[in-house]
């Protein structure tokens, strides 16, 4: 489900966009493994994942800037794998920006526009669009070597927002920018696609990002799909222990479990049991937000501890493991304190051989 999508303007739609097995390989170099996804008209959709994991490879071959070596490609439901950029219906804002130094904003906005031999009056009329949605009609007379980089970012989304494609393509595009220009303009962005009501793919190796923007996160690894679902099922029921540990700030703790009479405990404790596991291992997680301290739990010793304001992160020792914890406000005790941890929610577990999600989890650790 998409999240209030709003009507686009006139001139504007969306598209599906649907891959199909498709692969990417460069000699003995594999890419993308025979990958399939399902983006839904009118959605942001997130390719996430580590570097090299395939994102902007996937992102290039929708675009039509690489060529697939297998599998087949769909906009709004037409076969597009052979076909070249300029008949796919899509724009694409990239991570240098891709301006144009010699020309003025209101020249890169329309430039491909006029390649594409546009009459001048409705070129002028995008143009006027644009400039009035992203707020940058100072800048028309500027050359990109005099803006800064959030100013250039609103010129690249300006010539996208010109070329009335249904699916816009965005690879990275907030990497150069500091910390809070990063968090304004992506409330730009998302305000922008709902305002539009365009089928937006967008890649990043920022999990913050994706978790804030995306209806669908598409979690990549190696070239394969590890996770494609909502930000709220990632979250809450990772498949993997790779989806675990990427998805979270700080990520899921995962901890190898072992048999003590009837039930799994953490591995080098005593217990409590946190899973009625049938193997004889597993690999549980407890997100540090879940963790609390308590009077009866795990048995852990402070290692240190790290205030951030609004909570505190506490890293603690239990057996083999080091959980991390992160406790509202502020919460500082001396390293070597002993203490138990509990947890109101189920432990997750994975299998140890597979790195897959068991269906059947762990139990609570209660107080």
Known sequence: MTRGLIASPPGLG?????????SRCWGGVTALDAISINVEAGSFTVLLGPS?????????????????????????????????????????????????????????????????HVPPAERAS??????????????????????????QQRVA???AIVAEAPVCLMDEPLSNLDAQLRADMRR????????????????????????????????LRDGHVEQDAPPEEIYASPATRFAASFIGTPPMNLFPLERR???????????????EFEGDAAIGGIRPEQLRLASTGIAAIVRDTEYLGA????????????????????VILPEGTPVCLACDEPVHLFDAATGKRVEKQGVKICQ
């Open 52 to 116: 090299g994991c395939g994102k902007t490879t996937c992102l290039r071959i929708i675009a039509g800037l690489e060529t697939a070596s297998g599998g087949r490609v769909e906009i709004g439901g037409r076969d597009v794998t052979h076909l070249p950029p300029a008949r796919r219906g899509v724009a694409m804002v990239f991570q240098s920006y891709a301006l144009f130094p010699h020309l003025t904003v209101a020249e890169n906005i329309v430039f491909g526009l006029k390649a594409r």
């Open 311 to 330: 909570d505190t992160v506490m890293a603690c020792i239990a057996g083999d493991a080091t959980l991390l914890v992160r406790l509202p406000g502020r």
């Open 157 to 159: 989304l300006g010539r």
């Open 188 to 219: 730009e962005i998302l305000a922008l696609q709902r305002r539009l009501g365009i089928t937006m793919l967008y890649v990043t190796h920022d999990q913050t990002e994706a978790m804030g923007m995306a209806d669908q996160i598409v979690l």
């Open 14 to 22: 969306s598209a599906t966009v649907r891959l199909t097995e498709v």
């Open 126 to 151: 995008r143009l006027a669009r644009a400039v009035e949605i992203l707020g940058i009609g100072s800048l028309l007379n500027r050359k990109p070597g005099q803006l800064s980089g959030g100013q």
């Open 261 to 275: 009479g009837a039930g799994l405990v953490l591995r080098g404790t005593e217990g409590p049991v946190l899973a």
